[in-house]
């Protein structure tokens, strides 16, 4: 694991060496939650400088938190997501399985997105509404590779592996939630390496 703390100008060498999934990071920065292949959820809360187990055990790719650290999710290949709504103390199985390569939620922790894909016929996305308590399965067929959610939770990009990237707007205000766009509707022409469609990610669903 790499940190920078001078907003990337120099880097340096943080916890043991591992094959380093997923992370998120807390909005000052402080808390920190990683996932790994080697079945070990890692956090850290001092800015990344020292590193330790937390929660379930399992190959862990996904993984989101709130701005404040508080609520996070992990989500395991080929298991379920967990949610812990305390700093990392405790965690609840969410019960949904998959195959999670990317997670991403609100800034309340309230809509969740997971991506999951293993082939084109297994994929899908899972969206929830109220802090993973009860799921809708969206847009199978396609292997999703990577997924974000803006702060308000009304606006969502997705993007599917060698593939093209999606957009959606949600209605959170509507009771129950209104029908959701396709996100089949409106591809994204987008060429590039995972960065790049990670950036684009960060920057379309900030806008």
């Known amino acids: 694991m790499w940190v920078s703390r001078d907003s990337g100008e120099t880097w340096g060498a943080r ?3 591992a094959n380093w999934m997923d992370i998120a990071i ?15 959820l890692r956090q850290s809360v001092d800015f990344g400088m020292s590193w330790y187990p937390v929660g379930p055990t399992g190959h862990c790719a996904a993984v989101a938190m709130t701005p404040d650290g508080r609520i996070r999710y992990a ?5 379920s997501i967990f949610r812990s709504a305390d700093f990392g103390v405790n965690w609840t199985d969410l019960r949904i399985t998959g195959d999670w390569t990317d997670g ?3 800034s309340d922790g309230q809509v969740v997105l997971f991506s999951s ?10 969206r929830s509404f109220d802090s993973g308590n009860s799921w809708t399965k969206d847009e199978p067929g396609s292997y999703w590779e990577t ?9 969502a ?7 093209n990237i999606y957009t959606n707007t949600f209605n959170l205000t509507a009771a129950p939630p209104s029908p959701k766009p396709s996100i089949t509707g409106e591809p994204l022409s987008f060429s590039g390496n ?4 990670v950036n684009f990610i960060i920057t379309a669903t900030n806008a």
């Open 104 to 106: 991403a939620c609100s």
């Open 75 to 79: 989500g395991f290949r080929n298991g």
């Open 15 to 17: 916890g043991d060496a």
């Open 26 to 40: 807390s909005g000052d920065g402080q808390y920190m939650l990683a996932g790994r292949s080697d079945g070990a």
């Open 194 to 197: 995972i960065g790049d469609i």
């Open 117 to 126: 894909g293993n082939s084109a016929q297994d994929g899908f996305i899972a």
């Open 157 to 163: 990009v997705a993007a599917v592996y060698a593939g």
């Open 147 to 155: 997924v974000s959610v803006s702060a308000s939770g009304t606006k």
